[in-house]
């Protein structure tokens, strides 16, 4: 499956952005897929996650009650509404595809990855 993140952009804190990620091919229906994301110097964070029906969800606790992850499966798109962002949330988003049947936040287990969309919060 192929991978294609957009919607990244420069906001003040306190403000919200929409991240969507478009897929083609492969059999985006049948997996679970996740946002991460990433920042110079640290090592790739996982953000929130979404099962192939969009019935379980998943997030971290830095961004809970913050940000929201949803998919359209007749769209072949997963969302991230990103609401109250902080400078800390400033960083490279990336969507991806797990293996088959893993539903987490371990990067090793997503075996399909997008461009990254940059995010930057400004204080």
């Known amino acids: 499956v192929q991978l294609q993140a957009f919607g990244g952009g420069v906001v003040t804190a306190g403000g919200s952005l929409r991240l969507s990620c478009a897929a083609s091919?492969?059999?985006?229906?049948?997996?679970?897929m996740g946002w991460f994301r990433h920042t110079p110097g640290k090592e790739r964070e996982f953000v929130a996650g979404?099962?192939?029906?969009?019935?379980?969800?998943d997030y971290a606790d830095s961004v809970k009650g913050r940000f929201t992850i949803s998919r359209d499966n007749a769209k072949n798109t997963v969302s991230l509404q990103m609401n109250s962002l902080k400078p800390e949330d400033t960083a490279d988003y990336y969507c991806?595809?797990?293996?088959?049947?893993?539903?987490?936040?371990?990067?090793?287990?997503?075996?399909?990855w997008g461009q990254g969309t940059q995010v930057t919060v400004s204080s």
């Open positions: 991806a595809a797990s293996r088959p049947y893993y539903f987490g936040s371990s990067s090793r287990e997503y075996a399909y």
């Open positions: 091919g492969g059999t985006f229906r049948s997996s679970n």
């Open positions: 979404i099962d192939r029906n969009g019935g379980s969800t």
